[in-house]
């Protein structure tokens, strides 16, 4: 298929141990905190959205989005929605991210009984053209409720060669709780470091902090990121 949907974070998984009882199982539950979606886009969607932002980058006349933005990052240029729609992938977005909704809310019921249906809104979208030494520090968004992020072109990188020290440039970390980012005494993870691949996309509530390492080497680390606006209605309402 083109579009392939997965969870992050599992509500849980199963673990025997042969040591005690056949029947004795573990199941570790992941009932709180926010979840985040990971959406491995097929090769021609890929392929049709890096034509689309190669096209617009091209531009002479194109405009930034910088001002609107955290990151310490010279072409952050906006991809307006209309054209999106034109290029007839608007629709695949609100496919992915309304498939992120119902998987953490398989069922969804109003005050009175009535079933109800997500419907997603992309509210604005732009185009991060990420160089050597550029970053993204720690930040929300704000006036939405979903955001998202899409790789189409990650770099070569070029290795720092610390003794002792595990490779993170270029990747993206979220952070529930910096409480207990790393503290196993809590028994809580409160934060994730990824390396994303070309194709990759990430969607989670826009209030969840998020950050991008940066990196050495030449080439250009592309993303496309959006904020969207989800709602609820009753299903099969116009």
């Known amino acids: 298929s083109l579009v392939r949907i997965q969870s992050l974070a ?3 998984s ?8 056949d029947s004795t199982r573990i199941k570790i539950m992941h009932s709180f905190g926010p979840k985040i979606g990971a959406v491995k886009l ?3 969607i890929t392929k049709r959205f890096l034509e689309l932002t190669d096209n617009i980058l091209a531009d002479k006349d194109r405009q930034t989005h910088g001002h609107r933005l955290a990151g310490q ?3 952050e240029t906006t991809l307006p929605i209309e054209y999106l729609k034109d ?3 608007y629709s695949i977005l609100q496919e992915v991210h309304t498939h992120y909704i119902t998987s953490v809310y398989p069922n969804s019921y109003a005050i009175d009984g009535s079933l109800v249906e997500f419907k997603v809104e992309i509210d604005n979208c732009w185009i991060v053209s990420q160089y050597e030494n550029e970053y993204n520090p720690t930040h929300s968004h704000d006036f ?4 998202s992020v899409l790789y189409l072109k990650i770099p070569e990188y070029e290795p720092r060669n610390i003794p002792g020290k595990s490779a993170s440039d270029g990747h993206i970390h979220f952070i529930n ?7 196993p005494s809590h028994l809580e993870v409160g934060g994730i470091s990824l390396a994303p691949e070309v194709g990759d996309m990430y969607i989670f509530p826009s209030r969840l902090l998020h950050s991008v390492n940066p990196f050495l080497g030449p080439g250009e680390r592309r993303s496309v990121s959006m904020n969207s606006i989800h709602y609820m209605r009753e299903k099969n309402s116009e």
């Open 144 to 147: 939405c409720t979903l955001s």
């Open 14 to 21: 199963y673990m025997p141990n042969n040591e005690i009882e």
């Open 177 to 183: 709780n910096s409480l207990n980012i790393n503290n």
């Open 10 to 12: 599992p509500y849980g």
């Open 87 to 89: 290029a007839n992938l």
């Open 73 to 75: 990052i010279k072409e």
């Open 42 to 44: 097929g090769k021609s």
